[in-house]
């Protein structure tokens, strides 16, 4: 079984990295993309909005389909799948076949994603889940500080394709892996559906929502975005109407009724939508008011990814003495006070506190990342625990774009500049430390979902 472990941890690792590093070194590589394809800057933003959408609608139903079938098979197709489109990406011929193809492989890293912790899951007992899931989200934190290094190392000499094909062996490689290497795990209820209609309303709910937040930022509120939100929302109704009818839902009375898993999934969108919508707008900070370049705003924000590797594994430690409760309430207050910070910044402002505002954030949401993440997978049974990673992933896919959608709009047409936008933005991080307090102690899990060991798995 150890062995089992080792390579599931691994292959979990890898998965999330790819995924990860695939989406920091893109932006990289999409200026010099757009000129050699001649295309226009929205046809270009469409290989990431096409990607997004696709991921963010699919992940849910993506992990319902793990729970059914086995999350390795799941995973292996997905890395197979993400690497085989990867490699026609870089082949790619015009840019209407790069958007195709990102959609492509958007499905297959929508099939992936939740493997990563639904494997997990089945592999380790609930009360030993917390190193794991850090270590994995170290190295996701790893694989976005050097996105844009590994970005520029590879662009600069080899064009934007270089970007696509380094991705293809490392996934085809832990695919072919996953497939071969088959473990001990649970076999799902045989006669338990999939929730098709169920899985549509989701996705269309999903789909109308990142459309709209991601286009918010350049189009601004327009009648279409007004009209995608109230699709998003009906969609959303209804979804939720039928979930409650069906007698095989995509959500599961465990899942659907779970106050920690829904609290845990709130901080999450909060800490991602802080996080992301900071760094969103120090970033214009640093090099239009500060007269940074790239380069230099990546090293002066480096203390962030940096804090944010290192607080993973010691929030596991942290959760083990304290609980997720405690844990995850101090990390909000981290990554508010963070915010804050960089709220102060003026023109006079130095190397010392920019690092510190950055510091901080990094040090909250790595902490927030493992303890909120550990609480969602851990308390669903280990038959669902495909679908409780879809909705971890769906949270910090909406969190981003919705944090990134909040900060254009206030500075863009409230007219108000960085300190404004970033206390709202801390005020939020501050707000979602409130929903700790439904979160387990240190004694264990107050939502009464099964913890039962998985050694035998």
Not at 76 to 100: D, E, K
Not at 170 to 195: C, N, Y
Request: proline content about 6%; charged content about 10%; aromatic content about 4%.
């Amino acid at each position: 079984m150890s062995a089992h472990r080792g390579l599931t941890l691994t292959s979990s690792v890898v998965g999330a990295v790819i995924v990860a590093l695939d989406g920091t070194v893109l932006t990289v590589a999409q200026p010099t993309l757009g000129r050699d394809l001649h295309a226009s800057v929205a046809e270009v933003q469409w290989t990431s909005t096409g990607y997004l959408i696709a991921v963010a609608s699919l992940l849910v139903f993506a992990g319902r389909v793990g729970d059914r079938y086995g999350h390795q098979r799941v995973f292996a197709v997905g890395m197979l799948g993400f690497g085989a489109a990867s490699a026609g990406i870089g082949m790619a011929a015009g840019i209407g076949w790069v958007i195709g193809l990102r959609v492509v492989q958007g499905v297959f890293g929508a099939l992936l994603q939740p493997a990563t912790l639904g494997m997990l899951r089945a592999a380790y007992p609930p009360d030993r889940l917390g190193m794991p899931i850090a270590l994995r989200t170290s190295a996701i934190g790893v694989a976005a500080a050097a996105g844009p290094l590994v970005g520029g190392a590879l662009v600069t000499p080899f064009g934007w394709r270089s970007v696509f094909f380094v991705n293809v062996v490392p996934a085809l490689a832990m695919g072919g892996l996953a497939l071969a290497v088959r473990g001990p795990e649970r076999t799902p209820p045989s006669g338990r559906r999939l929730d098709l209609p169920g899985a549509c309303l989701l996705a269309v709910a999903l789909a109308c929502l990142v459309h709209t937040l991601v286009g918010i930022p350049d189009g601004g509120w327009t009648t279409v975005s007004t009209l995608g939100l109230i699709a998003a929302a009906v969609a959303g109704t209804v979804f939720v109407h039928h979930e409650r009818r069906t007698p095989s839902p995509l959500l599961p009375p465990d899942v659907l009724g779970s106050a920690a898993v829904g609290a845990a999934l709130g901080i999450l969108v909060a800490a991602s939508a802080s996080m992301l919508g900071t760094l969103f707008v120090s970033s214009y900070f640093l090099q239009d008011v500060l007269g940074l370049t790239p380069l230099e705003t990546a090293l002066r924000a480096l203390p962030g990814p940096v804090m944010m590797v290192l607080a993973a594994p010691a929030s596991a430690v942290l959760m083990r003495r304290y609980g997720p409760r405690r844990t995850t309430a101090c990390a909000m207050t981290l990554l508010a006070l963070g915010v804050l910070v960089l709220s102060r910044l003026g023109e006079g402002s130095g190397a010392l506190s920019i690092g510190t505002g950055f510091l901080l954030l990094g040090a909250g949401f790595g902490t927030v990342m493992v303890a909120a993440t550990a609480v969602v997978v851990r308390q669903v049974a280990a038959g669902a625990a495909g679908v409780a990673g879809g909705l971890q992933q769906t949270a910090m896919n909406v969190g981003p774009t919705l944090g990134v959608a909040a900060a254009t709009t206030l500075m863009t047409y409230t007219r108000v500049g960085l300190a404004p936008t970033l206390t709202v933005l801390a005020a939020l991080a501050a707000a979602g430390a409130l929903p700790a307090l439904a979160l387990p102690g240190r004694s264990g899990s107050r939502s009464g979902a099964p913890e039962e060991s998985l050694t035998a798995s």
